[in-house]
């Protein structure tokens, strides 16, 4: 591999994963902003109307960001992967278009009467804004993810003369059986790190001792649906996904398992160390039999090791097999966390149990860690094959593009990345800091809109 | 069907250059219209909830070009590769100057933004001129069919003389949108720079459509086998010859949509004078990159106009709805985001 493929891919590694921190906010978010303006439409309660002004403003804020750390991704695939655009434009530029303009119009326009129109429509207006904005944003993933899966399973395409793929079967691209349970997946691990961002913020106030009403809405509301979708990430989606990958990549299955050999009664490891020259796990802690049983419902059933595929076709075994147990163990703790909270919660205890509104505080970062590990799996656990069985990463980048350029350009971003991230987080600190409008005691007129301080 | 996408890429140009345009070109003015922050706050509230939307049709432009001629995204993405990412940035500068700058309320933090927001929008307008002249003057591809941007050629003097165009055009959109959306001093101020401005774009049009059939003589074949393309040449001259009438009596939606009709005529007489070629060879024709050897085959093209057809339409939907709700001009209010 040239010195140039490795820019290409770090600078790629290194933008999508900087990108993600916020579509994934982005996506989990809007739902929960529809369903706070929802509630109040039909309760008529202020409180909600003031939490979703709050959260609206720390979405508009991310939306940015993720608007701005996105358009580099869509112009990279020109870029730095001339060769992947040529031979795969025929396919991915359909799903790329089709975000473009049923998702992203959407969202940008009615983002703007969400954030700019509160006086200028009827409510009912301004509440059907909050729906589209949450509907582009999941169309949007839809379309992203219908991308990736047709790159980690090719569907629907036919090869041209001059060897590049093109659209075959529009419904074939768009029913990938890939596709729907990594789609589901996605979304799920999204709704689930908004709930953690929100119940984390509520914790915060209620240790804090301000904004108590808005601190106990957004832990209340942060741990119940967090609970449900912690358990929808393990199961049926995690699950379904992994018998999709089963099927189609058992080589990538059977690296984030860390399976080296191929055996009847596979077990599961917890943790080990996979050493790539001894081909084993190093200091193990395994449960037997389970690996079958998982794949296949039987624990008597042989699952395929790495052994049984030649080296230059394993993906990078560390990387894979770290990503994918960093992402299921810590899954397990927030279902572990979660569910203690709703048991909390069940025995109204929730809103004073101070140790437990430290863990659900402390538990901010780790949505994203686990959100990203997944992708980590998905795409390292894909190597060598950049689009899967057809081209491998090498052969995709831009034959004019030199290492030396795609450096320079990835210090840049390296650096304006690491400048707007700082800024985002101290700009979203401040209205953290400024808390939600309080709603006024005992209110019967509509609650005023937040303090303009500008 | 390669000619039907080749018109659909012209319009999403089009429609970005107009929409875009203008709020490209009220950054590009906005350091001087706009003087105070009050001003700089109505100049932001006037392009707010609208200018995110505008950028979507350069991604829908971006991604099209990518389904339905995937050679050209590659190729010339790959080729102005340095001059590109320079666009991101701008692109992202401009972004975030947009919506950190009125997070805090200190005259440091935003005449920052102001500058940013400023800086990168004018550069933004110059450098897409800058890339339409290198497009419009053709490309020195190499045997593989690849070619590599180096600026020492990327800066000739018909792309610098297009990028001026660029910018002063683009200007006086943006002036025009702000005689729309402003009153008061920035009205003023907006109104005298769109009459000075119109001038300009006069006489850089007049220089330009000379250095233009200098630098690519065959434009003219398309026009005289199809001489109803010369409605997209009449449209710009029209336009161009009604804004200042409209200006003077101060029908500033009018004369906006002047200027609009401007930007979309020329460019789309380029575009009709460009075809079949989509990135035109400098030295050698046989290796342009036309409707014939880049475009993906029907069988991928065919439900991608399906689609798009329903798509397009919802999103003349979303675009109505948008300028509906935010018609009039801007005041600065209890729920003014900016």
């Given at each position: 591999m040239t010195d140039a493929v490795v820019a290409d891919r770090l600078q790629f590694t290194f933008t999508i994963m900087y990108h993600y921190l916020f579509p994934v906010l982005t996506m989990g978010l809007a739902p929960f902003i529809a369903a706070l303006k929802t509630l109040h439409l039909a309760s008529g309660d202020v409180q909600y109307a003031a939490a979703a002004r709050f959260w609206t403003r720390i979405f508009a804020l991310n939306f940015a960001m993720g608007v701005v750390t996105g358009i580099p991704m869509e112009f990279q695939f020109g870029t730095n992967w001339a060769t992947f655009s040529t031979f795969a434009g025929g396919v991915v530029g359909q799903t790329l278009a089709l975000e473009g303009v049923f998702a992203f119009f959407l969202e940008s326009s009615f983002l703007g009467i969400l954030l700019f129109g509160e006086d200028r429509v009827s409510p009912r207006f301004h509440w059907l804004s909050s729906i589209l904005v949450a509907a582009g944003a999941l169309i949007s993933g839809f379309f992203i993810v219908a991308t990736n899966a047709w790159m980690q399973h090719p569907v629907g395409y036919a090869v041209a003369p001059d060897g590049t793929v093109h659209l075959d079967n529009f419904w074939a691209l768009l029913g990938n059986p890939f596709a729907w349970w990594q789609y589901a997946h996605v979304i799920s691990g999204a709704i689930l790190t908004a709930a953690i961002v929100m119940a984390a913020t509520g914790a915060y106030y209620l240790l804090a001792g301000k904004h108590a009403a808005f601190g106990r809405l957004s832990v209340t509301m942060g741990v119940l649906v967090g609970a449900v979708f912690a358990l929808m990430q393990l199961f049926p989606t995690g699950d379904l996904n992994s018998r999709n990958v089963l099927i189609y990549q058992p080589v990538k299955l059977a690296t984030m398992e860390g399976l080296f050999r191929t055996q009847p009664g596979a077990p599961l490891a917890i943790i080990g160390m996979p050493d790539t020259t001894q081909e084993r796990l190093l200091d193990p802690v395994v449960v037997p039999d389970l690996l079958s049983y998982l794949a296949y419902g039987d624990f008597h059933a042989t699952v395929r090791g790495l052994g049984d595929y030649p080296r230059d076709l394993r993906p990078p075994v560390q990387i894979t097999y770290y990503a994918y147990h960093i992402m299921v163990g810590l899954g397990t703790v927030f279902i572990a966390v979660l569910l203690l909270g709703v048991l909390l919660w069940w025995r109204r205890a929730l809103p004073g149990a101070r140790w437990f509104l430290w863990i659900l505080l402390a538990q901010l970062p780790f949505?994203?860690?686990?959100?990203?590990?997944?992708?980590?799996?998905?795409?390292?656990?894909?190597?060598?094959?950049?689009?899967?069985?057809?081209?491998?990463?090498?052969?995709?980048?831009?034959?004019?593009?030199?290492?030396?350029?795609?450096?320079?350009?990835?210090?840049?971003?390296?650096?304006?990345?690491?400048?707007?991230?700082?800024?985002?987080?101290?700009?979203?600190l401040r209205i953290v800091a400024e808390g939600p409008a309080e709603a006024p005691a005992g209110s019967a007129p509509p609650a005023p809109a937040i303090p303009v301080e500008h | 069907?390669?000619?039907?996408?080749?018109?659909?890429?012209?319009?999403?140009?089009?429609?970005?250059?107009?929409?875009?345009?203008?709020?490209?070109?009220?950054?590009?003015?906005?350091?001087?219209?706009?003087?105070?922050?009050?001003?700089?706050?109505?100049?932001?509230?006037?392009?707010?909830?609208?200018?995110?939307?505008?950028?979507?049709?350069?991604?829908?432009?971006?991604?099209?070009?990518?389904?339905?001629?995937?050679?050209?995204?590659?190729?010339?993405?790959s080729g102005f590769y340095l001059p590109l990412m320079i666009a991101l940035w701008l692109l992202m500068g401009r972004g975030v100057a947009i919506e950190f700058r009125h997070h805090i309320q200190d005259p440091l933090w935003r005449g920052a933004w102001d500058v940013v927001f400023w800086l990168s929008s004018f550069l933004l307008a110059l450098l897409y001129g800058v890339a339409a002249g290198n497009v419009v003057a053709g490309v020195p591809f190499d045997a593989r069919g690849y070619f590599q941007g180096l600026f020492e050629w990327l800066l000739n003097p018909y792309a610098l003389l297009m990028g001026l165009f660029s910018l002063v055009i683009l200007s006086w959109h943006g002036a025009h949108y702000l005689c729309v959306k402003a009153e008061g001093h920035l009205y003023e101020r907006a109104h005298w720079l769109a009459r000075a401005l119109w001038g300009l774009t006069a006489l850089l049009a007049v220089a330009l459509t000379a250095a233009t059939f200098a630098a690519r003589p065959t434009l003219m074949r398309n026009f005289h086998a199809v001489p109803a393309l010369l409605i997209f040449p009449a449209l710009a001259l029209?336009?161009?010859?009604?804004?200042?009438?409209?200006?003077?009596?101060?029908?500033?939606?009018?004369?906006?949509?002047?200027?609009?009709?401007?930007?979309?005529?020329?460019?789309?007489?380029?575009?009709?004078?460009?075809?079949p070629d989509l990135l035109p060879s400098s030295h050698d024709a046989s290796r342009s990159l036309n409707l014939t050897n880049a475009a993906a085959p029907p069988d991928a093209l065919l439900p991608a106009l399906l689609w798009m057809i329903p798509g397009v339409l919802l999103l003349a939907i979303y675009q109505v709805a948008v300028y509906r709700v935010f018609a009039g001009r801007v005041v600065l209010g209890k729920s003014t985001h900016y």
């Open positions: 949505p994203y860690i686990a959100n990203e590990a997944g992708w980590t799996v998905a795409e390292v656990g894909r190597q060598p094959w950049l689009v899967y069985g057809l081209l491998r990463t090498p052969q995709g980048a831009s034959p004019t593009v030199v290492a030396a350029e795609t450096i320079f350009t990835l210090l840049g971003f390296a650096g304006i990345y690491a400048l707007l991230g700082l800024i985002f987080l101290y700009l979203v | 069907m390669a000619t039907v996408w080749f018109a659909i890429l012209a319009g999403l140009l089009i429609g970005y250059a107009v929409l875009d345009g203008f709020d490209l070109g009220v950054g590009a003015l906005s350091l001087w219209v706009a003087r105070t922050d009050e001003e700089r706050r109505v100049v932001l509230n006037a392009i707010g909830p609208v200018w995110d939307g505008n950028e979507v049709w350069l991604i829908v432009w971006g991604a099209a070009l990518f389904l339905a001629f995937p050679r050209v995204y590659a190729v010339a993405f029209a336009s161009l010859a009604l804004a200042p009438w409209y200006h003077g009596r101060q029908a500033d939606r009018a004369a906006f949509l002047c200027s609009a009709g401007v930007v979309g005529g020329l460019l789309a007489s380029t575009a009709a004078g460009l075809y």
